[in-house]
């Protein structure tokens, strides 16, 4: 099932409406590692991750798997890794997957610069937990978690951002 994302912070999939957290970069056709933008594109949702010890896994109908205290995402365009999840630690820049806050909780995999990978182009483009206040993300799109469990539960898989 397809959602549209618009850069005024909506995402819709089906009659429903969400509050959305974008990237504080805007919404950029030409996204650059670090540049703090979502993607202008269709991104297709590739899998579901979840930190089990905080609750149970969330209805999808793409594969689901727990996370790992030592799961991360590398963003060092200068690595073989980039753009890919890996085992921490690693000899390269990478992203905590399993973090204090609740943010990883759910994360939804975003086909994002993945097939095929391109160096610079940027990673870990995810849809997961929004802030309370819904502060802009570093790219990725971000619900409420009762907001993100119901479009998972929906069937979403695919995100098409828009301006």
Not at 16 to 23: V, Y
Not at 69 to 80: E, I, K, L, V
Not at 102 to 130: E, Q
């Amino acid at each position: 099932m397809l959602a549209v994302a618009t850069a005024d912070g909506h995402l819709t999939i089906g009659a429903e409406t969400f509050r959305a957290a974008l990237g504080r970069g805007g919404v950029r056709a030409a996204k650059q590692e670090g540049d703090g933008a979502t993607p202008l594109a269709a991104l297709p949702l590739r899998q579901v991750l979840y930190r089990p010890d905080r609750d149970a896994a969330p209805l999808s109908a793409l594969p689901v798997e727990p996370l790992s205290p030592h799961d991360g995402w590398c963003d060092d365009p200068t690595n073989a890794a980039y753009n890919r999840r890996v085992r921490l630690p690693i000899q390269a820049s990478a992203e905590r997957l399993w973090r204090d806050d609740p943010l990883y909780d759910i994360i939804g995999v975003l086909g994002w610069n993945d097939a095929p990978v391109r160096r610079g182009r940027g990673s870990a483009i995810f849809l997961h937990v929004a802030r309370l206040d819904f502060a802009p993300t570093e790219g990725c799109i971000a619900l409420a978690p009762a907001d993100l469990r119901r479009v998972l539960a929906l069937g979403l898989t695919e995100i098409l951002v828009r301006t």
